[in-house]
């Protein structure tokens, strides 16, 4: 598609439910991020794929959160159990393999916005 | 760990008035930092970016000077306009440039 999508744009749940928010990259973008932005905060991040491998797990806050990626394209990051402080926009972002490193340049999406009840 | 430090908002300014922004960081050897702009209702996207000291990033009449002796790179407009009212987050690669952390993000409103 011409840009990074995201589905759903908004979710609302109880707590102790599961959520699967889902990213379709830009296509040919073989890295894909996730991030996390709470209310009046910054841009957390969650992880990082190259291809389907997932190099860089260092940001997920807990067990309760998973990614996965297959076919080099889409991407499903699932929270199991959700607690109300998981409640947050999902950000996610695509880029070049290499291109990080000398652009910079990430493609965002509009987010996923989770509000756990 | 590497952290971007940048002002809090918003910032409320008048139509062309002069925009400063800043941006403090904190990294091991040598990132490459950037401007990303997120206006409402849409993703965020890059605006500009500066790899190494001394650089300057330019974009849509904004500015910021990679300053490695006071680990800075504040962003400056000479004349904001209405349409640039959006929030400005500053942030910096690691060294493997694998990914980019984020400062918190600083809301700009401008009035006309």
Known sequence: GAGVSQSPSNKVTEKGKDVELRCDPISGHTALYWYRQRLGQGLEFLIYFQGNSAPDKSGLPSDRFSAERTGESVSTLTIQRTQQEDSAVYLCASSLATGLARTGELFFGEGSRLTVL | ?112
């Open chain 2, 1 to 112: 760990g590497n952290s971007v430090t940048q002002m809090e908002g918003p910032v409320t300014l008048s139509e062309e008035a002069f925009l400063t922004i800043n941006c403090t960081y904190t990294a091991t050897g040598y990132p490459s930092l950037f401007w990303y702009v997120q206006y409402p209702g849409e993703g965020l996207q890059l605006l500009l970016k500066a790899t190494k000291a001394d650089d300057k990033g330019s974009n849509k009449g904004f500015e910021a000077t990679y300053r490695k002796e006071t680990t800075s790179f504040h962003l400056e407009k000479g004349s904001v306009q209405v349409s640039d009212s959006a929030v400005y987050f500053c942030a910096l690669t690691d060294n493997a440039g694998n990914m980019l952390t984020f400062g918190g993000g600083t809301r700009l409103m401008v009035k006309p």
